[in-house]
Protein backbone atom coordinates (compact mmCIF):
# COMPACT_ATOMS: atom_id res chain seq x y z
CA UNK A 1 0.00 0.00 0.00
CA UNK A 2 1.22 3.39 -1.32
CA UNK A 3 1.92 5.67 2.10
CA UNK A 4 3.95 8.24 4.16
CA UNK A 5 4.51 6.90 7.52
CA UNK A 6 5.00 8.88 10.86
CA UNK A 7 6.61 7.70 13.90
CA UNK A 8 5.43 8.17 16.98
CA UNK A 9 2.37 8.94 16.33
CA UNK A 10 2.05 10.74 19.86
CA UNK A 11 4.63 11.49 22.05
CA UNK A 12 5.26 13.89 25.34
CA UNK A 13 8.38 14.89 26.37
CA UNK A 14 10.02 17.70 28.54
CA UNK A 15 11.86 20.90 27.64
CA UNK A 16 15.21 20.33 26.20
CA UNK A 17 15.52 16.27 25.99
CA UNK A 18 16.25 15.81 21.94
CA UNK A 19 13.35 14.14 20.13
CA UNK A 20 13.39 12.67 16.47
CA UNK A 21 10.15 11.99 14.57
CA UNK A 22 10.62 9.55 11.48
CA UNK A 23 9.08 9.92 8.19
CA UNK A 24 9.35 7.19 5.43
CA UNK A 25 7.51 6.97 1.84
CA UNK A 26 7.50 3.88 -0.05
CA UNK A 27 6.18 5.93 -3.17
CA UNK A 28 9.69 6.61 -4.52
CA UNK A 29 8.41 10.51 -4.28
CA UNK A 30 11.35 13.07 -4.48
CA UNK A 31 9.61 15.54 -2.79
CA UNK A 32 9.51 16.20 1.11
CA UNK A 33 8.58 18.19 3.73
CA UNK A 34 6.94 19.04 7.35
CA UNK A 35 4.56 21.32 8.35
CA UNK A 36 3.07 21.99 11.70
CA UNK A 37 -0.70 22.56 12.28
CA UNK A 38 -2.00 24.63 15.16
CA UNK A 39 -5.62 25.85 16.07
CA UNK A 40 -6.39 28.96 14.05
CA UNK A 41 -3.02 28.92 12.43
CA UNK A 42 -3.43 26.28 9.98
CA UNK A 43 -0.75 24.50 8.07
CA UNK A 44 2.92 26.02 8.36
CA UNK A 45 5.87 24.50 6.25
CA UNK A 46 8.92 23.82 8.42
CA UNK A 47 11.52 22.11 6.03
CA UNK A 48 11.42 20.38 2.87
CA UNK A 49 13.71 18.01 0.58
CA UNK A 50 13.23 18.44 -3.39
CA UNK A 51 15.89 15.25 -3.18
CA UNK A 52 18.84 13.29 -1.44
CA UNK A 53 21.12 15.67 0.30
CA UNK A 54 18.59 18.83 -0.62
CA UNK A 55 16.72 21.07 1.60
CA UNK A 56 15.49 24.28 2.59
CA UNK A 57 13.43 25.96 5.40
CA UNK A 58 10.28 26.65 5.29
CA UNK A 59 7.96 29.48 6.87
CA UNK A 60 8.54 27.98 10.54
CA UNK A 61 12.32 26.47 10.42
CA UNK A 62 13.31 27.86 14.11
CA UNK A 63 14.11 24.79 16.30
CA UNK A 64 14.15 22.25 14.11
CA UNK A 65 16.46 20.07 11.58
CA UNK A 66 16.03 18.10 9.06
CA UNK A 67 18.48 15.56 6.72
CA UNK A 68 17.58 13.82 3.84
CA UNK A 69 20.22 10.77 3.54
CA UNK A 70 17.86 8.62 1.51
CA UNK A 71 14.98 9.11 -0.66
CA UNK A 72 12.07 7.57 1.45
CA UNK A 73 13.39 9.03 4.74
CA UNK A 74 13.07 12.55 6.00
CA UNK A 75 13.66 12.90 9.93
CA UNK A 76 12.75 15.69 11.93
CA UNK A 77 15.17 16.41 14.59
CA UNK A 78 14.00 18.98 17.61
CA UNK A 79 17.35 18.95 19.38
CA UNK A 80 16.06 21.15 22.45
CA UNK A 81 12.29 20.89 22.33
CA UNK A 82 10.31 23.86 23.52
CA UNK A 83 7.09 24.29 24.91
CA UNK A 84 6.21 26.61 21.87
CA UNK A 85 6.91 23.60 19.92
CA UNK A 86 3.29 21.68 20.85
CA UNK A 87 1.75 20.97 17.77
CA UNK A 88 0.53 18.49 15.51
CA UNK A 89 3.27 17.32 12.37
CA UNK A 90 2.52 16.16 9.28
CA UNK A 91 5.26 14.43 6.99
CA UNK A 92 4.32 15.04 3.30
CA UNK A 93 5.61 13.66 -0.03
CA UNK A 94 5.32 14.59 -3.59
CA UNK A 95 5.94 12.45 -6.94
CA UNK A 96 8.04 15.60 -7.93
CA UNK A 97 10.88 17.54 -7.25
CA UNK A 98 8.64 20.63 -7.52
CA UNK A 99 6.49 19.38 -4.74
CA UNK A 100 4.05 22.55 -4.39
CA UNK A 101 2.65 22.21 -7.76
CA UNK A 102 1.82 18.46 -7.80
CA UNK A 103 -0.43 16.54 -5.39
CA UNK A 104 0.85 15.96 -1.93
CA UNK A 105 0.71 12.83 0.19
CA UNK A 106 0.55 13.47 3.93
CA UNK A 107 1.04 11.10 7.19
CA UNK A 108 -1.07 10.51 9.66
CA UNK A 109 0.42 13.02 12.18
CA UNK A 110 2.69 13.02 15.16
CA UNK A 111 0.96 14.60 18.11
CA UNK A 112 3.68 16.45 20.47
CA UNK A 113 3.50 17.67 23.55
CA UNK A 114 6.65 19.49 25.09
CA UNK A 115 5.83 20.47 29.33
CA UNK B 1 2.22 38.68 6.36
CA UNK B 2 -0.61 36.19 5.62
CA UNK B 3 -0.27 35.38 2.02
CA UNK B 4 -4.12 33.17 1.61
CA UNK B 5 -6.94 34.54 3.65
CA UNK B 6 -9.83 31.65 3.74
CA UNK B 7 -12.93 32.38 5.71
CA UNK B 8 -15.34 31.07 7.09
CA UNK B 9 -13.85 29.87 9.85
CA UNK B 10 -16.21 27.46 10.50
CA UNK B 11 -19.38 26.68 8.37
CA UNK B 12 -22.48 25.05 9.62
CA UNK B 13 -24.65 23.50 6.49
CA UNK B 14 -28.30 21.14 6.18
CA UNK B 15 -27.63 18.04 4.47
CA UNK B 16 -28.75 18.83 0.59
CA UNK B 17 -27.56 22.60 0.89
CA UNK B 18 -24.38 24.05 -0.99
CA UNK B 19 -21.27 25.13 1.19
CA UNK B 20 -19.57 27.75 0.18
CA UNK B 21 -15.83 28.45 1.20
CA UNK B 22 -13.93 31.42 0.26
CA UNK B 23 -9.91 32.24 -0.23
CA UNK B 24 -8.44 35.23 -1.25
CA UNK B 25 -4.44 35.42 -2.07
CA UNK B 26 -2.10 38.78 -2.19
CA UNK B 27 0.57 37.34 -4.22
CA UNK B 28 -0.22 38.47 -7.95
CA UNK B 29 3.02 35.37 -8.68
CA UNK B 30 0.43 32.15 -7.38
CA UNK B 31 -0.37 30.15 -10.19
CA UNK B 32 -1.58 26.78 -8.50
CA UNK B 33 -4.38 26.06 -6.84
CA UNK B 34 -5.82 23.49 -4.97
CA UNK B 35 -7.97 22.47 -1.84
CA UNK B 36 -7.54 19.52 0.67
CA UNK B 37 -9.65 17.86 2.55
CA UNK B 38 -9.17 17.00 6.18
CA UNK B 39 -11.11 14.52 8.71
CA UNK B 40 -10.69 14.30 12.31
CA UNK B 41 -7.41 12.42 13.17
CA UNK B 42 -6.13 12.40 9.53
CA UNK B 43 -3.77 13.60 7.72
CA UNK B 44 -5.00 16.50 4.96
CA UNK B 45 -5.65 14.82 1.62
CA UNK B 46 -5.98 16.90 -1.78
CA UNK B 47 -9.34 17.22 -2.90
CA UNK B 48 -9.26 19.07 -6.22
CA UNK B 49 -7.06 22.07 -7.56
CA UNK B 50 -6.95 24.72 -10.43
CA UNK B 51 -4.77 26.72 -12.75
CA UNK B 52 -4.99 30.15 -13.20
CA UNK B 53 -6.03 29.64 -16.89
CA UNK B 54 -9.79 28.24 -15.88
CA UNK B 55 -12.19 29.85 -13.96
CA UNK B 56 -13.77 27.13 -12.76
CA UNK B 57 -13.19 23.23 -12.49
CA UNK B 58 -16.05 20.46 -11.38
CA UNK B 59 -15.23 17.36 -9.98
CA UNK B 60 -18.28 15.54 -8.75
CA UNK B 61 -20.36 17.75 -6.35
CA UNK B 62 -17.03 20.13 -6.09
CA UNK B 63 -16.04 23.24 -8.15
CA UNK B 64 -13.56 25.67 -7.92
CA UNK B 65 -14.59 29.40 -8.73
CA UNK B 66 -11.57 31.09 -9.72
CA UNK B 67 -11.77 34.92 -10.06
CA UNK B 68 -7.91 35.95 -11.33
CA UNK B 69 -9.02 39.79 -11.43
CA UNK B 70 -9.79 39.72 -8.03
CA UNK B 71 -7.32 37.62 -6.63
CA UNK B 72 -10.13 35.38 -5.15
CA UNK B 73 -11.24 31.44 -5.48
CA UNK B 74 -13.98 29.24 -3.56
CA UNK B 75 -14.95 25.82 -3.07
CA UNK B 76 -18.33 25.08 -3.93
CA UNK B 77 -19.88 21.96 -2.39
CA UNK B 78 -22.95 20.82 -3.89
CA UNK B 79 -25.55 18.88 -2.30
CA UNK B 80 -23.43 18.82 0.88
CA UNK B 81 -23.69 15.57 2.65
CA UNK B 82 -22.44 14.56 6.32
CA UNK B 83 -19.69 12.97 5.11
CA UNK B 84 -18.73 15.71 3.90
CA UNK B 85 -18.13 17.36 7.53
CA UNK B 86 -14.10 17.73 7.76
CA UNK B 87 -11.88 20.88 7.53
CA UNK B 88 -10.65 22.38 4.12
CA UNK B 89 -7.66 23.93 3.33
CA UNK B 90 -7.27 26.44 0.55
CA UNK B 91 -3.41 26.47 -0.44
CA UNK B 92 -1.31 28.44 -2.90
CA UNK B 93 1.51 28.34 -4.81
CA UNK B 94 3.83 29.83 -7.88
CA UNK B 95 5.62 28.49 -10.41
CA UNK B 96 3.77 26.63 -12.27
CA UNK B 97 3.49 29.36 -15.62
CA UNK B 98 6.82 30.58 -15.11
CA UNK B 99 8.49 26.44 -14.82
CA UNK B 100 10.45 28.15 -12.34
CA UNK B 101 9.39 25.12 -9.98
CA UNK B 102 8.00 25.50 -6.78
CA UNK B 103 8.62 23.90 -3.43
CA UNK B 104 6.35 25.55 -1.17
CA UNK B 105 2.81 25.53 -0.55
CA UNK B 106 1.00 27.81 0.63
CA UNK B 107 -2.12 27.44 3.19
CA UNK B 108 -4.86 28.94 4.25
CA UNK B 109 -6.23 28.69 7.96
CA UNK B 110 -8.59 26.58 7.45
CA UNK B 111 -12.64 26.38 7.44
CA UNK B 112 -14.45 23.21 9.89
CA UNK B 113 -17.46 22.11 7.88
CA UNK B 114 -20.30 20.53 9.86
CA UNK B 115 -22.74 18.92 7.51
CA UNK B 116 -26.23 18.51 9.56
CA UNK B 117 -29.00 15.64 8.91
Known amino acids: EAQVTQNPRYLITVTGKKLTVTCSQN?????MSWYRQDPGLGLRQIYY???????DKGDVPEGYKVSRKEKRNFPLILESPSPNQTSLYFC??????????????FGPGTRLTVT | QQQVKQSPQSLIVQKGGISIINCAYE??????FPWYQQFPGKGPALLIA?????SEKKEGRFTISFNKSAKQFSLHIMDSQPGDSATYFC????????????????FGKGTKLSVIP
Open chain 1, 92 to 105: ASSLSWQGALYEQY
Open chain 1, 27 to 31: MNHEY
Open chain 1, 49 to 55: SMNVEVT
Open chain 2, 27 to 32: NTAFDY
Open chain 2, 50 to 54: IRPDV
Open chain 2, 91 to 106: AASKGLVSGAGSYQLT
